[in-house]
């Protein structure tokens, strides 16, 4: 036989739905807040955290790097060295520099 649900089990249950919303609304307000940007290669930066930006899953930046805001100079493209990393999986862009037996 079943035992009725508990009502403290009822009430934080009722409680840990209600933060996982929240979360995903404040996850969802950050995103809007924070745009995807293209930089002067055409490479698209999205939004990860703080004020850092990732393009390709293994790139990751602040904002003022990849624009070149506040007297940074922009970042530019990776160096071939990264060819043989497999930690990195570029885009076509990100390779264009690379010589061809690279």
């Given at each position: 036989m079943s035992r009725p649900p508990d009502r403290a089990a009822q009430v934080v249950e009722d409680l840990l739905s209600t933060l996982a919303e929240c979360r995903a609304e404040i996850?969802?307000?950050d995103?809007?807040?924070h745009?995807?940007?293209t930089d002067r290669f055409g490479r698209?930066?999205?939004?990860?955290?703080g004020d850092f930006y990732v393009h390709d899953d293994a790139l990751c930046f602040p904002r003022d790097w990849i624009l070149g805001e506040n007297g940074s100079p922009p970042i530019g493209l990776p160096s071939a060295r990264l060819a043989d990393n497999p930690n990195y999986t570029l885009c076509d862009i990100c390779r264009s520099q690379w010589e061809e037996t690279v």
């Open positions: 996850r969802h307000l995103r809007l807040e745009p995807p940007i698209v930066w999205t939004w990860r955290s």
